[in-house]
């Protein structure tokens, strides 16, 4: 499997909105809708990059999509989770046992089918070291990577042993400050939270001196998540935006996101906060900000199913797609299909396995784990 760094790789929003409102709730549906489009993302990027190499091993032509900055995806995501939080927590802000339902229910959703898919990849590179396209980790290492702790790993790049945690790293930071602050009443704890995170960045812009761990977690793009949970406090305010004024958000959104002005190559640079950020920002105002029509139930199944199985996706995908890889190369459909069937075929079989993870393994295991802390 390919090792991914931090800025190339992806997150999952891990909340199940269709267990937050019902399966019938047309005002999250569109916020599932995104967390599609968000692990879609994702999972094309690194098809493209395996379909690149594909390329240059059978000698065809192949240029991948730059309609989109493609990982902003993670962005996407975060946004999301800045903002699921604080709509889910409505009844536990200013309670004294709220932090431990929180945290119960972060862990039952988040850890059990991370933990399991760390030691799957773990023991695939036991047994076959080549796999892992990188050293083998040590102890410390893995032991920070079950732990959600940024560690550096032999080339120094802050990821963990399997690349897509970092951003469970960040997740994990942030359920953390939201828990200690959900003992203030809902208005206090939003402000606390968004104080502790643009604290822990300015001190990263400053600090002389700092540890791995603090270095990762102040990066700008953990103010992200405060991006969405200042869009859950404007819903919370019945600010609702017309169908027009939506569309145009989309559009700008977007727009923005092809300019992917993040670019070193561009007229200018903005931070990833700004660059990728604040668009996803806007597609979730679009989503969450504005009337509601009923016509959105049609596809409501659907999307719950995939929207459920966007963080099984997010976290398996590189398994259906290294193996397809291995399929077109040892088979010969590299020169049948090229490397756009490739592509093609990856997302299907990324979002097949997701779904088969999903239902299988991933539902199971968080069923059990909150049943075993009674959540």
């Not at 190339?8 to 549906?29: F, Q, Y």
């Not at 800045?82 to 972060?106: E, W």
């Not at 400050?177 to 990263?204: C, D, N, S």
Request: aromatic content about 12%; proline content about 6%.
């Amino acid at each position: 499997m390919p090792t991914l760094s931090r800025v190339r790789s992806p997150v999952a929003e891990m909340a199940s909105l269709s267990r937050v409102e019902g399966a019938g709730s047309s005002r999250l549906i569109l916020v599932q809708a995104l967390r599609i489009f968000a692990a879609l993302a994702v999972v094309f990027y690194h098809a493209q990059y395996d379909a690149e190499s594909l390329a240059a091993r059978f000698g065809l032509s192949y240029r991948g999509s730059t309609l989109l900055p493609w990982p902003a995806g993670v962005d996407l995501f975060f946004v999301i989770s800045g903002f699921i939080m604080v709509h889910t927590s409505r009844s536990l802000f200013a309670t004294g046992d709220g932090p431990r339902i929180f945290l119960a229910r972060r862990i039952a959703r988040v850890v059990p089918i991370y933990w399991a898919i760390v030691t799957i990849y773990l023991l695939i590179g036991q047994m076959a070291p080549a796999a892992l396209n990188r050293a083998a980790p040590g102890w410390a290492e893995i032991l920070a990577a079950y732990l959600f702790i940024p560690y550096p790993g032999p080339n120094g790049v802050l990821h963990p042993v399997y690349a897509l945690g970092w951003t469970l790293n960040y997740e994990m930071f942030f359920y953390l400050v939201f828990a200690g602050a959900l003992l203030l009443p809902r208005h206090k704890a939003i402000m606390a939270v968004a104080a502790v995170l643009f604290g822990i960045v300015a001190y990263g812009r400053f600090a002389q001196a700092m540890s791995a761990q603090v270095t990762f977690w102040s990066d700008p793009i953990v103010l992200e998540f405060v991006l969405g949970m200042a869009l859950a406090v404007v819903l919370e305010k019945g600010w609702l935006l017309p169908r027009a004024a939506r569309l145009a958000l989309v559009i700008a959104a977007l727009l923005l996101l092809h300019a992917d002005l993040i670019r070193s190559d561009g007229a200018f640079v903005l931070p990833q906060v700004l660059a990728y950020g604040l668009p996803a920002a806007m597609l979730v105002a679009a989503a969450v900000l504005g009337p509601f029509s009923s016509t959105w139930l049609a596809m409501d199944m659907s999307v719950v199913a995939l929207g459920d199985a966007s963080y099984s996706l997010y976290l398996v995908h590189p398994f259906a797609i290294r193996a397809l890889r291995e399929m077109f190369t040892q088979s010969g459909l590299a020169m049948t299909l090229g490397p756009q069937g490739f592509v093609l075929l990856a997302l299907v079989a990324a979002v097949i396995l997701a779904l088969v993870v999903c239902q299988f393994l991933e539902k199971p295991m968080t069923r059990a784990v909150r049943s075993w802390f009674r959540v």
